[in-house]
């Protein structure tokens, strides 16, 4: 039976990515992840699979309801495939390294699902690179993982970016003041997410709150932009709860200003992103003309309580999908790298060009042979498709070796046991500027 191109293609909402997209991914990740290990991070793979009971003891209602789950034949029990890695971080945390000393310094790159609407281009498996920084409860913590995002923002070549802070517990304090509760509530965190200050003053026509509450809300959607937002609000807060959420911001800030990173900062105290989920201070990275946030992450000091284990914490993640796109255009982003050599037997005996293969690869250079029976004429034209720099063609013991460059034809002429020699590959590459 031979299938239809219908019939092998793939679920909506994934992908394949060939070797060139796949070694951008790559490089992009090898980039992140030396910036994390730079700050004293060290990486830790989790598992593809968790019993679903135990994984959703760590999610909110968003991201249970985003769950892939099934049933486990072995031990009867449901098992889910994590639609986020912070929970496993939790659960490891908890478990496997409650006895070692505070603060833990994680880091991880994982691929993990999610149950979600398609949408034109929207995945459904998410590429995540990411740090969580688990004991420390300080401004200092939450400005360490703002500080490394942008970095690695500036590693991959970003220039146009901007970091959104936020403090959940300011609208908190807000909402919390109104005595608003259930569906008004809902509606109201709805409104004040979309920026919709219409909504939001007509739902205070429909429902009844404090006068200084009303103020406070009627604020909420506008609380956006630069330093003169944290003065905005000073005068327009007057509970408890959002008082204190400016101080801590205020203190992250400082420490940001020492970091210098100062530009590239914006503030939205109106952003209830993560309400549910997050304890402090929240933050989104957004390169310029691509609509997506490229990370996202924040303070969760309550989340490794759940399993059992009481330590603050936070974090932040890396979509690298979202990444590749905003950065894969740049020239110093490396595709999938060059092979640097195809042998090319003219004669029938193979132990010659078997021989010279182990020793350039002895040496570091990346080899292939054209085990394919075919003429000098297909040979050279598949190096040329496949991006294999040079063919080096090799006789039976008395002809010389010659090497080709792929991209132009051109033969260069090597000298006999010039293989052995490690700056053979400078000696072909200085003769790319000859004619």
């Known amino acids: 039976m031979i299938l239809s191109p219908s019939d092998i293609a793939l679920p909506r909402g994934v992908s394949d990515f060939l070797p060139e997209a796949a070694a951008k991914i790559g490089s992009i990740e090898d980039r992140l992840l030396r910036v994390f290990e730079l700050w004293g991070f060290r990486r830790i793979i989790t598992p593809r699979l968790e019993y679903e009971d135990v994984l959703a003891t760590g999610m909110g209602d968003e991201l249970k309801g985003k769950t892939y789950r099934f049933d486990d034949r072995q031990s009867g029990r449901l098992l889910a495939l994590p639609p986020d890695i912070t929970p ?25 699902l999610r149950q979600t609407e398609i949408q034109a281009g929207r995945s459904r498996e998410l590429f995540q690179t990411g740090v969580e920084l688990i004991g420390l409860d300080s401004p200092e913590a939450d400005a360490e993982m703002i500080v490394m995002a942008i970095e690695a923002m500036q590693e991959l070549g970003l220039e146009n970016f901007t970091v959104d802070l936020g403090q959940v517990e300011f609208c908190q304090g807000v909402f919390q003041a109104s005595g608003l ?29 404090p006068p200084d509450s009303a ?18 609000a000073q005068e327009i807060a007057s509970n408890r709860r959002s008082l204190a959420a400016l101080d801590n911001l205020r203190q992250v800030l400082e420490i940001l200003d020492i970091h210098g990173v100062a530009d590239f900062l914006s503030i939205d105290l109106g952003e209830t992103r993560g309400l549910d989920y997050h304890s402090g201070i929240t933050f989104e990275g957004f390169v310029t003309g691509f609509g997506e946030p490229v ?45 640097d050599f195809l042998l090319f037997n003219t004669g029938d005996d193979r132990r010659n060009v078997l021989q010279i293969a182990r020793q350039l690869r002895s040496l570091g250079y990346t080899t292939a042979r054209d085990i394919i029976r075919r003429d000098y004429a297909q040979s050279l034209e598949y190096a040329k498709k496949m991006n294999i720099r040079c063919m080096l063609v090799v006789g039976n013991g008395q002809e010389p070796y010659r090497a080709v460059r792929s991209l132009d034809g051109c033969t260069v002429p090597i000298e006999s046991g010039m293989i052995a020699r490690p700056g053979l590959m400078n000696y072909i590459e200085e003769s790319q500027g000859e004619n």
């Open 88 to 112: 496993q971080i939790a659960r490891i945390a908890a478990t496997r390294m409650s006895a070692l000393p505070l603060p833990h310094r994680i880091s991880y790159s994982e691929r993990v």
């Open 295 to 339: 990370c996202s992450g924040g303070r969760y000091d309550k989340l490794i309580g759940r399993y059992g284990f009481d330590a603050p914490a936070t974090g932040f993640t890396f979509n690298l999908l979202n990444l590749l796109q905003t950065v894969e255009r740049r020239p110093d982003l490396q595709g999938c790298a060059a092979t």
């Open 181 to 209: 509760s259930g569906e008004p509530l809902q509606q109201l965190r709805e409104a004040v997410s979309r920026k919709d200050s219409s909504a939001v003053a007509s739902l205070l026509k429909e429902h009844t709150v």
């Open 215 to 232: 103020r406070e809300l009627s604020a909420l959607p506008r609380l956006f932009g630069g330093r003169d937002v944290l003065k905005a």
